[in-house]
Nanobody
Framework: HVQLVESGGGSVQAGESLRLSCVAS????????MAWFRQAPGKEREGVAA???????TYTYAVQGRFTISKDNVKNTLYLQMNSLKPEDSARYFC??????????????????WGQGTQVTVS
């Protein structure tokens, strides 16, 4: 049974940090392309960061320099370290896994396994 389970969301003040975790089961995280997406009320789902099997990362411009994506292949866990949080970072954050699209991408269509999400609220 393939599953992604996120945790680590919460309510914080602007400027604070959070670390999101996503535990994968039913497949090996080291062999797939993984990413974090977010969706705020009334907005489309947005790709935040992705990491390939070599550990190379891609970020959307809005989070560059503030967020770091990483993964622990032993624990089969994906992380998103979020620093200097802003109110506009408030959203439900989703972990996703898929096949390497050939080029770095934050397009949702390349990902076929999704978690249920964890809420992040910044005030």
């Amino acid at each position: 049974h393939v599953q992604l389970v996120e945790s680590g969301g919460g309510s914080v003040q602007a400027g604070e940090s959070l670390r999101l975790s996503c535990v994968a089961s039913g497949f090996t995280s080291s062999s797939v392309y993984m990413a974090w997406f977010r969706q705020a009320p009334g907005k489309e789902r947005e790709g935040v960061a992705a990491i390939d099997t070599t550990g190379s990362a891609t970020y959307t411009y809005a989070v560059q320099g503030r967020f770091t994506i990483s993964k622990d292949n032993v624990k089969n866990t994906l992380y998103l370290q979020m620093n200097s949080l802003k109110p506009e970072d408030s959203a439900r954050y989703f972990c996703a896994a898929g096949f390497w699209p050939g080029v770095p991408s934050l397009t949702a269509t390349f990902f076929n396994t999704w978690g249920q999400g964890t809420q992040v609220t910044v005030s």
